[in-house]
């Protein structure tokens, strides 16, 4: 039996308390609070310093203008599993590469509105902008740019299974050399579905996706441009193994499939 959370409800012969009243919204307010700060949630709102968003000020972080590498960790240590982040419209800036060790979703207002940026100061130990180690992650609308050409780094790694990259703007800057990609799927394999992406860049030697071992799923709906004049390019996909070309669904994309360096299709 509940002690009514230090409510005190007045009898239906009482008349109306102004004083009971004021100590009962102040008790539930205090109640919100303690819950909006503690323990995890389904939703957590992240605004970047320059969101304009009206949401920013119902957010439950903001960034600053430098580095939001610690920012991110909070807001997924808040995040419930299988809960999401929602990063509303400006510019998040990492330092460090941001390490998405739970099954969440990541989801931004739009591929050119939600921007997070690699910060010129990134080490060179750095792997990644953005690295997938658990099982089920989802990335939606955002922009992930690797534009800043002094540390090199993929744009996204992922570990294991169970991923979704969909809606997603990558820009690669023009000096990153031919070991580096866009979308880069580690040596576990499994499942991956990437659809709908644009993925820019100025130096055709990269792959826009490398793929190790075997994975499976669909790679689908997205186009690669050249920076320098906004022109098609085809979506160069190096896989390691073959089995990957016959596990993952290739379609309604320009694409250029490659085995190891050899071109197989496209």
């Not at 119902?58 to 982040?85: H, N, P, R, T």
């Not at 580690?186 to 991956?192: A, D, P, R, T």
Request: proline share 2%.
């Amino acid at each position: 039996m509940n002690n009514n959370y230090g409510l005190v409800y007045p009898s239906q012969d009482s008349y109306y308390n102004v004083d009971v009243f004021n100590s009962n919204f102040s008790k539930l307010a205090d109640g919100i609070d303690i819950v909006k700060s503690a323990g995890s949630k389904s939703q957590i709102i992240v605004a970047a310093y320059n969101s304009k968003n009206p949401l920013k000020g119902y957010s439950d972080l903001v960034c600053s203008a430098g580095d939001c590498s610690d920012v991110f960790a909070q807001a997924l240590e808040k995040a419930e599993e299988g809960g999401e982040i929602l990063l509303l419209d400006g510019d998040f800036y990492l330092k460090k590469t941001f390490e998405i060790n739970r099954s969440v979703t990541i989801k931004g207002l739009g591929k050119k509105v939600t921007r997070i940026n690699k910060h010129i100061d990134m080490p060179v130990t750095e792997r990644a902008i953005i690295h997938m180690s658990a099982t089920d992650i989802s990335l939606y609308d955002l922009g992930i740019y690797n534009n800043e050409d002094e540390t090199g780094v993929h744009c996204v790694t992922v570990l294991r299974p169970g991923q979704t990259i969909d809606n997603c703007y990558f820009i690669m800057g023009s000096s990153q050399g031919s070991g580096l990609s866009q979308i880069y799927l580690s040596n576990k394999g499994g499942y991956v579905r990437i659809s709908n992406c644009i993925f820019e860049k100025y130096n055709d030697l990269q792959y826009s996706i490398y793929i190790d071992n075997v994975w499976y799923g669909a790679i689908y709906g997205n186009c690669c441009i050249n920076a320098d004049n906004n022109e098609s390019m085809p979506l160069k996909i190096n896989l390691y193994s073959d089995k990957s070309r016959q596990g993952i669904g290739f379609g309604a994309q320009n694409a250029a499939v490659y085995l190891n360096g050899i071109l197989k299709e496209g």
